[in-house]
């Protein structure tokens, strides 16, 4: 473990610490909010007891399927755009200020052509998730040295050889950051979805247990969402860490 990793474990412990203790204080109210701690125990009590078992389901399936889909096309389409530079200039402005527009704009689009449900919730991941891998892989593609292309030419690679043993090897880093961003866009797509276009799932539980007055309920849900991103944040690190020192080698 480098120093960087310590320091920032050292900040988070500190920063929980610190709102632990101006809750158990009652510094902050526990109106307002309840002790991390309190959080933690009241979500272990509720997932062992399987409250909220299919909700918690319900949200990782379409973060899955929103993430693989924008993953995919993501790619082709980079691929696709790529090779043609007309249609690239034509598109990259658009691309470069795709986030400034609110993608939850067309989810009253999205309920008429696929109902409430999965569907929906999932296409809206998709359309904020997909910019992100269609810009990493045009990025990528852009970052492989000419002389690569040139020593594939020399060896007389076929065009499928040359993508797959030179041209994706070399592009890898560039993809693997696209399918990180795409991975946090889709979780965030899909649990912000939840609370205006499904009836389950853990966006839903949460808006459903803060009309209601379950504090511990929404607390311990927003917990696990919190852990749930810094396991899959820390699990992509890793593999981009090893995929990093393997292209090193």
């Known amino acids: 473990m480098n120093i960087e990793s310590v320091l ?30 309190q959080m933690l125990t009241h979500l272990v009590s509720v997932v062992s007891a399987g409250v ?23 790619f082709l389409v980079g ?35 696929f109902g409430v449900g999965h569907g929906s919730i999932i296409a809206i991941a998709v359309l904020l998730a997909v910019v992100a891998m269609i810009t990493a892989t045009l990025t ?18 076929s065009r499928l050889q040359t993508a797959w043993r030179i041209e994706l090897p070399a592009a890898l880093p560039y993809l693997f ?19 205006i276009l499904s009836g389950s799932g853990i966006g839903y539980a949460i808006a459903f247990a803060y009309n209601n007055f379950e504090s511990d309920n929404m607390y311990a849900l927003m917990l696990l969402v919190l852990i749930s991103v810094t396991l899959i944040n820390a699990a992509l690190n890793y593999f981009d860490r090893r995929l990093q020192a393997r292209r090193q080698r």
């Open 177 to 195: 950051g696209g399918v990180k961003l795409a991975v946090a866009y889709a979780f965030i797509g899909v649990i912000a979805s939840e609370f």
């Open 52 to 74: 909220y078992g299919k909700d918690i389901l319900f949200s990782f399936t379409n973060i899955a399927v929103a993430a693989l889909l924008a993953i995919v096309s993501g």
């Open 8 to 37: 920032r474990a050292l900040l988070v412990a500190g920063f929980i610490g610190l709102i632990e203790l101006l809750c158990r204080t009652h510094v902050i109210p526990q109106s307002v909010l309840i002790a991390p701690s």
């Open 140 to 157: 990528g593609l852009d970052r492989i040295p000419g002389v690569l292309r040139k020593s594939a030419a020399v060896m007389r690679m």
């Open 79 to 113: 691929l696709a755009v790529h090779s043609m530079p007309r249609l690239r200039a034509a598109l990259e402005p658009l691309l470069a200020s795709y986030y400034a527009v609110p993608t939850f704009i067309f989810y009253p689009v999205f309920i008429v052509v």
